[in-house]
């Protein structure tokens, strides 16, 4: 029998030596993954994108603009578009960079499969808001074109991605949301969120950490050089305007703005006994979710009354439609309703 | 609006069993030595496999769990001189969804489509039951409302007006007690009455579509009648389109639709898209 | 007739540009559409007296097991009874079974084999392994699940536990699961086949996994026997004789709440990594309380899942003692088969503070956990020389405990030795009837080999360590 002392010692050595290999996003074995992502052909994709974007947006693509979207420095980025242009992807002609016709379906094909992929994810599995676009900036480049159309008719050919940006279809058609940025809709008038800027990240997170998605209605109270104060859905939110910029909202005519927003609550308001109706289910719960809660009934209109409240103190049941269904707090805090008075 | 429904095919005669064969081979269920096939459809919790065992004389275990039957079963009886194969579909709060349990059951009628589908629903809580009877009849016009559960709702004074019901919704209403075998000849006549032909439903279809909704089914409604000149239910194939349903474009394109030779022998595919476990 | 290609790619083509048009909120409308017209209907038809949404004796019910005083008490009470009644009740119909098959059939049925004249080989192989192997699975396994099941089931068909999902389901959502797990749960202190089968009533695909995944850790009527032998001998045997039956029941109790434990501890971690992209989505229906049918109940619980747990390890149990008393009885010069696995398993058993022995024994029982201690006995006796065994391949067990500790002690079982086997009988891989359960529930290899090898690993690692630093507290080798 082997010394206790080096059995021990030995088995530690193991596990924090696999530890260091196999441990997901900062093992060695991760990393090495992430950086052989970076080779060349990803990052002519990615210039490719943001020349795209540059472009669908009117603005101009410079080398600077390239080398910061990558991240890399301007010799390389330098490098990459004379390699790009001896591809035929783009055009140099006075310091001004084009799309191709060819470079152009390169880049909707990268955006199809990106949008593709967030829409999945948000579908059909389990993954939160915040990690959809880093696992679709992996994925774009590793879907062919043909997997892209196959995971587009398996999710039903979706139109728009779980950000509100149309999914580019398979031959190249690419619907702009048409919409303004926050910062622009006037004091007071109703707006309706079409898109939400999914890049850079770090103001992304803010906007899924204010809970707000396409199709919400907003309303400008407040908008000053340091912060701009808008309500949705009843909630009042606060943002610096360089947040606000990047959500693009369509001006609605002012009797589509939703019912004034003090009588507005969630489920998870009520306590036993009471009784409210459902004025509609959160952009925040789609798919299998969002489903489940219109198979049981959960429609604009309905009457819930909360019934008891587990001894755990979660979840609450509900009387919805004459059954008695218990939701958690999660899920009752995505159901907005209306308090009535009985 | 209002869509023409296809009447059956001219040469059809109304006593005639109105299922798919080949579809059902294909789903797995063999009908030789069967007259007609009959689907058993409900909410979880209904009392539907109750009703099952009631009808088969079978002892599948039932309990008071929502959710119970995930694997299908079937057995069969005999009423007059007609020998009935009845499936038990896995029980759904709706057949829009994607579960696996409802496509299961959305398969069954859409393409095996049985010749009676009894819709077992609880007569305490119909208005909830009556979201899937509702989803039922867009896709099939033979069917049996199954008002199970009926001791309980007189127990608490509830009253069914099954007649009532029975017009709104243009199919027979039978209100059981399955558990203690009330109203089940009843149920079995009227399903006879329906496979037979002797009874003609004119079942309740979805109204109050929303404009934009409206201008596109009656694009599409008309197209995919001149194709499928058979289909029973092309307004509801149609919004199932619109909903980017995979399932159906893919009948679609490989015309399960399409097939109008219904009796002709089919071989099973080998990869089943039901499995069915047999407890008879 | 046969439609046209063209005609289908219209209709789909039409229907993708309509898509465009109608747009995102289809699905809710046409929702909205279906129950406005349900609620309709449903009002024309149905009467009721008064304006009462649920009914009174449900509601006082539902207060009542739900209440923050007495709804966790009255759930333990109403286990506890469940636990009790299952296991007192079944000591004497398996000691009349056991009595029945092992003490009278067996020996009939060797002296029928003599009378006829079967040559050795036959008789030990059909006999001794075949036919045992299955008795002894017969009378451990069967009375406890023909008092379990049906008593579970009256709880189920009055609609009682969908209460005990709601009021747990608290605990088990902060660790990624779903409050019907507790059900699935206790269904696998039955049986774990049993608990697999029982998660089919959650439906999201991440906590269904979950709970599969960690039904192993609900110790299973199975795995009892081996926990309270080996703590009354060893254990029990601590502590002065009067407190012998308490403390050995304590430290039996303490490795089904480890097993509790782990099973958080496993579900937390897998909602984490391996299923964190899985579906999950919450729902719990509570139906109306009904009286429960006592009779069919009893009859229905007995043929569904009695029997065909009980078949399922039958034909499992079968050929897994034809292969021990083959491997006992089969020798390559003068030493059988099983002594060389014993021998090449022997190091890394005492490594991880077991030995070659119990490692054969389970890898034996993976058929069925019942056959755990008559095996490890069995080949004690094999290895070790001593007398008082029934022969090779034969199972046994002792009639006194005081025995089966010395025959232990003379093959150098320690404390160690006696706790690491209850650590290794709780965390260890689930039975051929579980994995091939599983197999059939999930429907994917990858996530029966994840339920199957987990588990072990778990096993050995725990033991490893447990292993070690008691070796170096104690001082001892």
Same mark, same amino acid.
């Given at each position: 029998?082997?010394d206790?002392?080096?059995?021990l010692?030995?088995?530690?050595l193991i596990?924090?030596l696999?530890?260091f290999?196999?441990w997901?996003?900062?093992g060695?074995?991760?990393r090495w993954?992430?950086?052989?992502q970076?080779n +060349? ?14 472009e669908m ?10 080398s ?17 242009q001896a591809n035929?992807?783009?055009t140099?002609?006075d ?8 470079g152009?379906?390169s ?10 992929w ?7 599995t ?10 679709a900036e992996l ?15 398996h ?8 950000h509100?940006?149309p ?6 058609a690419?619907v702009?949301?048409g ?13 309706l #969120?079409?898109?939400?800027e999914d890049?850079p ?6 906007l ?7 199709g919400?209605v ?6 000053a050089?340091?912060r ?13 305007p360089?947040v606000?910029?990047n959500?693009?909202?369509?001006p609605?005519p ?6 004034d927003?003090d009588?507005?609550?969630?489920l ?9 109706v459902? !004025? ?22 309905t ?22 269904i218990a939701?958690?707090?999660?899920q ?6 209306k308090?009535?008075?009985? | 609006?209002?869509i023409?429904l296809q009447t ?11 299922h798919h064969i080949?579809?059902?081979?294909r789903?797995g ?10 689907a ?20 599948q275990?039932?309990g008071?769990w929502?959710g119970?039957?995930v694997t ?9 001189d007609n020998?009935y194969?009845?499936?038990?579909l896995?029980?759904?709060y709706?057949l829009?969804?994607?579960s ?5 059951a959305?398969?069954?009628? @859409?393409?095996?489509r049985?010749?009676v589908?009894?819709? !077992?629903?609880d ?8 979201n ?10 033979r069917?049996v409302?199954c008002?199970n559960?009926i ?5 608490h004074?509830l ?7 029975a017009?709104d ?6 209100p059981?007690?399955?558990r203690?075998?009330e ?9 006879h +009455?329906v496979?037979?032909g ?9 109204k109050n ?6 201008r ?9 009648e001149?194709a ?7 307004r ?7 909903d980017?349903?995979?399932r159906i474009?893919?009948a ?7 097939d109008?030779?219904?009796?002709a022998?089919v071989?099973?595919e080998?990869?089943l898209?039901l499995q069915?476990e &047999?407890?008879? | 007739m046969?439609?046209?290609?063209g005609a ?7 229907a ?13 409308h ?11 209907i ?5 009467t009721?007296p008064?304006?009462k949404?649920?009914?009174d004796?449900?509601?006082? #019910?539902?207060?009542l ?11 333990i ?13 079944a000591? !004497? ?6 009595t ?10 060797k ?7 079967m040559?050795?080989?036959?008789d030990g192989?059909l006999?001794?392994g ?11 396994m069967l009375?406890p699940m023909?008092?379990?099941f049906p008593l579970?089931?009256?709880? +189920?068909?009055f609609?009682?536990l ?7 389901d608290?605990a ?9 797990q ?5 269904m ?22 979950i ?7 609900a ?12 703590a ?5 045997g601590? &502590?002065p004789?009067?407190?012998g ?6 430290? !039996?109790?303490?490795i ?7 099973t958080f ?7 984490r990594t @391996?299923l ?12 109306p309380?009904?009286?429960?049918r ?36 089969v020798t ?7 002594e060389?696995v014993?021998n090449?398993?022997n190091?890394?058993g #005492? ?6 022995? #119990? ?5 034996f029982?993976?058929p069925?956990? +019942?056959?755990v201690?008559p095996?490890?006995?069995m080949l004690t006796? @094999?290895?070790t020389?001593?007398g008082?065994g ?7 067990e ?8 010395a025959l232990?002690?003379?093959?150098g ?9 209850m650590?290794?009988?709780?965390i ?7 994995i091939y ?14 339920a199957?090898l987990?588990p072990?690993?778990?096993g050995f ?9 008691w070796r ?6």
């Open positions: 029998m082997p206790p002392l080096i059995a010692g030995t088995a530690v596990i924090t696999a530890a290999l196999f997901p996003e900062h060695w074995l991760a993954r992430q950086t052989n970076l +060349e052909r990803i990052r002519s994709e990615d210039a490719l994108k943001h020349i795209h974007k540059f947006k009117g603005r101009r693509p410079t080398l600077e603009s390239i910061g979207a990558l991240n890399n420095s301007q010799n390389d980025t330098a490098q990459l578009i004379a390699a790009m035929n992807f783009l140099v002609a310091g001004e960079i084009h799309l191709t016709p060819q152009r379906d880049a909707l094909h990268i955006i199809r499969a990106h949008r593709l967030e829409r999945y994810l948000a579908e059909e389990g993954f939160q808001q915040s990690e959809w676009h880093g696992q994925a774009e480049h590793r879907l062919t074109p043909a997997q892209a159309d196959a995971l587009a008719f999710l039903g050919n979706p139109t728009h991605d779980p509100g940006d999914i580019p279809t398979a031959d190249g690419l702009a949301h919409g303004q940025p926050l910062t622009t809709l006037p004091l007071d008038s109703p707006g #969120i079409v898109h939400l890049e990240e770090v103001i992304y997170a803010q899924a950490a204010e809970d707000l998605h396409p919400m907003v309303r400008v109270t407040e908008s050089p340091e701009v104060r808008f309500w949705s859905n009843g909630d009042e939110h606060l943002v610096a360089i606000a910029g959500i693009s909202v369509i609605l002012e009797d589509e703005m939703e019912e927003t009588g507005c609550e969630r998870t308001c009520l306590s036993p006994g009471e009784t409210a459902v !004025v509609n289910i959160s952009n925040a719960s789609r798919g299998p979710e969002r489903r489940r809660f219109m198979d049981l009934g959960i429609l604009p209109g009457s819930i009354t909360a019934e008891m409240r587990s001894p755990g103190g979660d979840p609450t049941a509900y009387i919805i439609r004459g059954a008695l939701l958690r707090h999660e009752a805090n995505l159901i907005k309703v308090k009535t008075g009985d | 609006m209002n023409k059956p095919a001219p040469d059809a005669c109304a006593s005639c069993p109105a080949g579809n059902l081979l789903l269920v063999n009908m030789e030595n069967w007259d007609y096939v009959v058993l459809a409900g909410n979880p919790n209904t009392g539907k496999s109750t009703v099952f065992n009631a009808l088969t004389g079978l002892r275990h039932t008071n929502p119970k039957t299908r079963a079937e057995g069969g009886y005999s009423y007059g020998r194969k009845i499936v038990d896995p029980g759904t709706s829009l969804s994607t696996m349990d409802e496509e299961v959305r398969d069954f009628i @859409l393409f095996g049985p010749d589908t009894v819709i !077992v629903v007569s305490t809580r119909l208005e909830r039951n009556l899937l009877a509702l989803q039922v009849l867009e896709i099939t016009d069917a409302l008002l559960l001791d309980e709702a007189r127990r004074g009253q069914v007006d099954e007649r009532r019901l017009r919704l243009g199919v027979p209403v039978v059981t007690a399955a203690q075998d109203g089940l000849q009843e149920l079995l006549k009227a399903i +009455e496979a037979t002797q009874f003609v439903c004119k079942p309740h279809r979805i579509e929303a404009p934009a909704i409206k596109a089914l009656a694009q599409l409604v008309p197209q995919l001149a499928f000149p058979n289909l029973p239910n092309a509801w194939v149609a919004l199932r389109l619109l980017g349903d995979q474009v893919k679609i394109q490989n015309g399960e639709f399409g109008l030779n219904a009796h022998p071989q099973p080998t990869n898209e069915l &047999v407890v008879s | 046969t439609v046209q290609t289908t790619q219209a209709i789909l083509e039409t993708d540009s309509l898509r465009w048009q109608i747009g995102r909120e289809f699905h809710e046409l929702m909205e559409d279906i129950y406005t017209d349900a609620t309709h449903a009002d024309r038809a149905v009721r008064d304006e949404p649920r009914f004796l449900d509601r006082t #019910i539902d207060r097991v739900t209440s923050r005083i007495f709804g966790f008490p009255l759930m009470l109403l286990f506890t009874i469940v636990f009790w009644l299952t296991i007192s009740g000591n !004497v119909p398996s000691s009349w079974l056991a029945l098959l092992l003490d009278t059939i067996h020996p009939l049925l002296q029928g084999a003599a009378a006829i004249g040559p050795w080989w036959l192989f006999i001794d075949m036919y045992l192997a299955t008795a002894w699975v017969v009378s451990v009375p023909a008092i379990f579970f089931t009256l709880l +189920e068909d609609g009682y969908p209460r005990v999902a709601f009021n747990l608290n088990f959502k902060k660790s990624g699961a779903h409050g019907k507790a059900l699935s749960m206790m696998g202190f039955g049986c774990n086949a049993a608990g697999v089968v029982a998660t089919r009533v959650i439906d999201s695909p991440r906590e269904r996994l709970a599969i995944i960690t039904n192993n850790f110790l299973c009527n199975g795995r009892w026997p081996t926990q309270i032998l080996i009354s001998i060893f254990i029990g601590l &502590v004789a009067y407190l039956g308490l403390i050995s029941a304590l430290s !039996v109790v303490a089904a709440l480890l097993g509790v434990l782990f501890l496993v579900s937390w971690s897998l909602s @391996l964190k992209g899985e579906v999950s989505t919450f729902s719990l229906e509570l139906p309380y009904r009286p429960p006592i009779w069919q109940t009893i009859y229905t619980s007995v043929i569904d899942r009695t029997l065909i747990v009980l078949w399922r390890a039958i034909t499992f149990a079968m050929p897994a003692g034809a292969v021990i008393w083959l491997t006992a009885n390559i010069g003068g030493t059988s088969v099983v060389y014993i090449f398993l190091p890394l #005492i490594l991880v503070g077991l030995n070659g022995v #119990i490692l054969v024994a389970y890898i029982a993976i069925a956990n +019942e056959i201690i095996t490890i006995l006796v @094999l290895v020389g001593a008082g029934a022969g090779a391949g034969v199972m046994f002792l009639e006194s405990q005081a025995d089966t500790l232990f002690y003379a093959d079982w320690t404390l160690l030795t006696a706790v690491n086997l650590l290794f009988s709780l260890h891989n689930p039975c051929s009837t579980t359960t599983i197999y059939k529930e999930t429907g994917s290899k990858k996530w029966t080999a994840v199957s987990l072990v690993v778990m690692v725990v033991t490893f360590f447990v292993a070690q630093i170096l507290v104690a001082g001892i080798g």
